[in-house]
């Protein structure tokens, strides 16, 4: 006889949800997406003449005020937009690989954006009320579709929480490697 312990199978991982498959992929389009804007904006930068289009003297003559700070800025915008979403593709496909930390941050993310869409609709509103007393027929269709739109992506991120709180989802990432 053997003196070796005999070590049983480990349990098998339940099976992947719904919820995960398709958040994880949403995820890793949004993220592709950004990436590639991000790219799209570094190759600009580096070879579309923004740098000689900011050095103008002109510039501000050209420029509604302020948004010459705007193109000052663009190179660091785009830049941390190319890390973000580089983060994002990451933490998506780690959210596929069921670990756990990507669950929190996928959630964390999902809260940030949930806030951001709030904010937004805060400052549409605001922005549209101040400029009622020449509100046109245009304004009041771009303030409907901004809403439309938030109401869609806020009703999209309550729905990823919930998910991501939900029992399923939950059990989904216990078994996972931490």
Do not use: H
């Not at 806030?115 to 303030?143: E, K, Q």
């Not at 109401?151 to 490697?177: K, N, P, Q, T």
């Amino acid at each position: 006889m053997s003196s070796a312990a005999v070590i049983p199978p480990a349990a098998p991982r339940p099976e992947r949800p719904a919820a995960v498959t398709v958040f994880g992929w949403v995820w890793i389009v949004y993220g592709a997406v950004k990436l590639l804007g991000g790219m799209w904006g570094l190759f600009v930068w580096l070879f579309g003449g923004v740098q000689e289009f900011i050095a103008n003297p002109g510039l501000p003559s050209v420029l509604p005020i302020g948004l010459e700070k705007v193109f000052g800025g663009f190179r660091a915008a785009v830049t941390a937009q190319t890390v973000y979403a580089t983060g994002i593709l990451v933490t998506a496909s780690a959210f596929l690989r069921r670990r756990r930390w990507a669950r929190a941050v996928v959630e964390i993310l999902c809260w940030l954006g949930l806030c951001y869409v709030t904010i937004f609709a805060v400052g549409w509103v605001w922005a549209w009320r101040r400029t009622t007393l020449d509100a046109s027929r245009s304004r009041f269709l771009g303030l409907s579709i901004a809403l439309g739109a938030v109401v869609v992506l806020g009703f999209a991120f309550v729905s990823m929480i919930r998910a991501l709180r939900s029992d399923e989802v939950r059990r989904a990432f216990r078994g996972g490697a931490a």
